[in-house]
């Protein structure tokens, strides 16, 4: 990866996935480029983490000659899947991997409780998003080797999701778009796939930050093989991968990687 230049949404958190996949990519010698709306995590039981810090561990982490930008920018914005992708080559030049890991939590529920302003939030922010800045990073890239797109699904490819009916509805969109998309990336020399991470610890599953009841975290856990939910960098070693010249062949697939999880 040294030489190549990141883009990692969603890195607004210590405890999130985001912060782990651009550790992993600083420490094997990339250049980072992340997007943070910090907005959204204070409205979650979790709360939001200091920014400031966060890009101060991470920047500790980079090889020497390797750099990071970040910005502040909300996805839910019609406009902001091309802004995101100008704003990282106005600060780093070409781009050579786009780490989708963003997502919307919170304002959902069950199909009796959807509305039409619930679906179109999720459907923006974790769908609608990804695509353009997959458009627009697909426009800048020149055909260079390592070309990588990386989108991130959920739980709803292996199993039913009842309670989270418009988050479900919208990772479902990236998982459904995989093939099609990849197959038209390839001939770009971009390599696209889609991670389903399971059930990660990113504060949801800590009893004091949970955002359901504590024997539901029980219930989730007793299907964890391993005794233990899935931690950021279970979902981070793939992507580092993935988006390694070790990951080359592997094309436009939708992969899980959840410890065995019992649904």
């Known amino acids: ?26 420490q094997a010698g990339a250049s980072l480029f ?16 200091d920014v400031d810090e966060v890009l101060a561990a991470l920047r500790a ?3 020497p000659g ?17 802004e995101l992708v100008d704003r990282a080559r106005a600060a780093t030049g070409h781009l050579d991997v786009l780490v989708a890991n963003h997502a919307r939590s919170g304002g959902d529920g069950p199909l009796a409780d959807q509305t039409a302003a619930m679906l179109d939030a999720h459907w923006a922010v974790n769908a609608r998003s990804t695509i353009l800045a997959t458009q627009a990073f697909a426009a800048q890239h020149d055909g260079r080797p390592g070309g990588r797109v990386i989108w991130m699904t959920s739980g709803q490819v292996a199993g039913a999701m009842p309670h989270e009916i418009a988050y479900a509805a919208s990772k479902a969109v990236l998982a459904g778009l995989t093939a099609s998309v990849a197959d038209d990336l390839i001939d770009r020399g971009i390599v696209l796939n889609t991670v389903n991470p399971g059930p990660v610890n990113t504060g949801y ?24 939910f899935g931690e950021p960098d279970d979902p981070a070693r793939l992507i580092a991968w993935l988006v390694s010249d070790e ?17």
């Open 1 to 26: 990866m040294v030489g190549r230049v990141v883009v990692v949404t969603g890195v607004s958190r210590r405890q999130g996935i985001g912060f782990a996949v651009a550790r992993r990519l600083a």
């Open 34 to 49: 992340l997007q943070h709306w910090a907005p959204h995590d204070a409205d979650q039981p979790w709360g939001a983490d």
């Open 61 to 63: 982490e980079l090889v």
């Open 66 to 82: 390797a750099r990071l930008e970040a910005t502040s920018l909300d996805l839910a914005d019609p406009a902001a899947g091309a």
């Open 205 to 228: 599953l800590d009893v004091d930050t949970a955002d359901r009841p504590p024997e539901v975290l029980d219930q989730v856990l007793a299907h964890f093989p391993g005794g233990r």
């Open 247 to 263: 990951g080359r062949w592997v094309v436009g697939q939708v992969l899980s990687t959840e410890g065995g999880f019992r649904r």
